[in-house]
């Protein structure tokens, strides 16, 4: 009897520290961004604020940083993933890889390869990467170049379970690091530009089933169906490329919808939802619960998938939850997350001329001449001169938050286009789908195509402007020592001020920089993390003078302060 008592006791304390432990994994991704000691998320948080409450490294020793250890990724790849650290463990995605290493020596623990087809990089829309994992109870999750969704264990590598999301034949890929949220995985999917269909998924975390399965075309007979002409909702884009947001108070996910297909808007017809909007969506059933489209229409591929960072800001002297997106279009929004209102809408990139503002009671853009003009025009004779381009006043790499000083750090970008609409029928296939004729880019008079922006998003303004004459391609990583660090095509891994945008200091990775940085501490030493490695549509497409001879190469770099013993 009390051998049977003994027992049943024994599975209840065994099934309770199963359950603490899966609760204590939970905790671990809601606490992330307060967390010091790993980073256990994609963005440093559910929030995705990019923001370290560390010291050690401030603004009056950055400039003593040192390379601790350096790693090669073995390709020459677009390196644009941000690592995740957890018990002193690093892990690495790359397009062709999963990677453990020794995060305080750089060694590798375990490289698990990726399966791809033979003939993926010729139905690649528009780069070769892969930005990140989500992870839980052990288990890293990520997305493939060939539109798969894996499980992989955290200790040896080895596929617990691989689904296919969709067909990369139709022009589907997946390069973004899914998200975990209200119990399910989510995931989205690239390739606007060969006219697929967007969507997103939900998938279980144990087995791979596909739990629900959300459109971000809207069909006829849906509402808002009338947005779109005839059957151009079955071709007409609305990629999901980049990782949503969580708020777990709220029970909601924030998640950005991009560019139509194809870009000329005329064909498409109104508004066609959802493309160039934000979603907010019950992660357990893929519900849409509000929505607000930035670009209604959107003619010059300006998207809508840059991250959302939630925070909370004194809107009219009152605590508010606000989700803030520097979009693409060249203006910065303030959103109330609960509802989706609009509460501001300034312009952060230096020259915009599709628009002269956003209306505030209706949410819409008011459109230049230009732009009224273009939306109803299917063909033209001659080219226009579009500000921002299509890279966007800011492209996906993304921007961070300092709770403290409620600033926003961004990189911003300054380049026009020359484009001319035509008639085009869908290709099909690995062929761009667009209706349009591209004349070339166009840079501002004093030659300074991007700059880090440091912006008051209360006041709706800038605080500082760092130019520079190529438009930093990395994410940012801002801290409580008053440090932003951030990344240079030309290979400059870089620290500033984040009071006054003074540089600290740099460094030479040897390749461009396009990785996410982040900071971690150990056995009470902090470090910096960054993957250095360019090879960016930027780079191939914009003609620009300053990336000459940038050799490309991935690798990891892991940086701190020199070490007191």
Known sequence: MNAWIARGMAAVVLSSAAGLAAAQALADLRNDAATPGDVTTYGMGWSQQRHSPMKQI????AGKLAPVWNLSLDNSANASSQPLVIGGTMYVASHTHTIAVDALTGRQKWKTPIELPADIAGYLCCGIQSRGFAVLDGVLYRTTIDAHVMAISMADGKTL?????????????MTHAPLIAGGLLMTGISGGEYGSRGFLNGWD?????????RWTTVAPGEKGGDTWKGEAYKTGGAPTWLTGTYDPDLDLVYWGVGNGGPWNAATRGGDSLYIGSMLALRPSTGEIVWHY???????YDYDGVNEPVLAELPIGGKPTKVLMQANRNGFFYVLDRTN?????AEQFARKVNWATGIDKASGRPIDTPMTAMVRKTEEMKDFIEVWPSAFGGKNWMPMSYDPTRKLVYLNSIDLGMKVKYVKQERPGGPNWYLGLE??????????NRGALVAW??????????????????SGVLSTAGGVVFTGSQNGQFLAFDSKSGKKLWSFQTGSGITGLPITWERDGRQYVTVLSGAATVYGALAGDPDLANVPAGGSVWTFALPSAR
Not at 161 to 171: E, I, L, S, V
Not at 205 to 213: A, S, Y
Not at 459 to 470: C, D, H
């Open 161 to 173: 379970w691989k689904q296919k999301a969709a067909d990369y034949k139709d022009g589907y890929s």
């Open 340 to 344: 989706g209102k609009l509460l501001s």
């Open 438 to 447: 591209l004349g070339g880019f166009v840079g501002p008079e004093d030659g």
């Open 456 to 473: 008051d998003p209360v006041a709706g303004k800038a605080v500082w402007r760092v130019l520079n004459k190529s438009p930093f391609w």
């Open 58 to 61: 401030n603004a009056g020793n």
């Open 205 to 213: 975390l144990k087995t791979g089933e596909k739990k629900w399965h």
């Open 293 to 299: 489209q930035f670009s209604p229409g959107d003619p």
